[in-house]
């Protein structure tokens, strides 16, 4: 009874037998995305299962853990940007190796509402992609986790089966790019 409230149904449902295919589903994908693999929604669920590596978190998974982004980067043959920060959480645009493949200028680049950059007061950071060129612009990231350097190590790891890329990194780690 937990278990289907935990992931969104009414345990009355379940033990009617009304959803038990639907709360299996949702066990599963909430159970993955508690461990680190298989992501917490449909969505990241279904892009795992099609273009990633089942058991670990699609790029797209609200709960997706830190990953080395460094490991990453080597194993795809990408360079790091020499202004790079190392940590993981540290918020990255234009200097993150995602930028390799994504050529975004520097202006069009912006933060989060939500973010301390934004909430600052500054004018040169509370800059917002004008309607209907959102597309065009990338919001600044945790380095960690970014979902474009995700989405290649899933598609690397698929390719070569080695999974060792999508392996999180401790939480307290505070360098997410140096590689043996």
């Known amino acids: 009874r937990m278990a ?12 009617a037998g009304k959803t038990h295919e ?31 590596v089942p ?8 709960n997706r ?9 080597k194993a795809i043959g990408v360079d790091i940007p ?3 920060p190392k940590h993981p959480r540290a918020l990255v645009g234009p200097n993150c190796p995602c930028n390799t493949f994504r050529q975004v200028p520097h202006d069009k680049w912006y933060y ?16 917002q992609p004008p309607p209907g060129q959102e597309k065009e612009w990338v919001q600044y990231h945790g380095l960690g986790k970014c979902k474009l350097l995700r989405r290649k190590a899933h598609e690397y790891a698929k390719a070569t089966g080695d999974v060792s890329v999508l392996e999180p990194i401790d939480r307290a780690s505070t360098d997410c790019i140096t590689t043996n």
């Open 22 to 52: 639907a709360f299996l589903k949702s066990l599963v994908a909430y159970i993955g995305g508690n461990k680190g693999g298989g992501g917490g929604s449909a969505s990241a669920t279904d892009w795992v299962e099609k273009y990633g």
């Open 112 to 127: 989060n509402k939500g973010s301390e950059q934004y909430k600052s007061g500054k004018p040169e950071l509370m800059v």
């Open 65 to 73: 853990e830190m990953l080395h982004i460094g490991n990453i980067c």
């Open 4 to 15: 289907a409230m935990a992931v969104g149904l009414h345990p009355n449902d379940v033990n």
């Open 55 to 62: 058991g670990y978190s699609a790029p797209n998974d609200g």
């Open 82 to 84: 020499a202004n790079c």
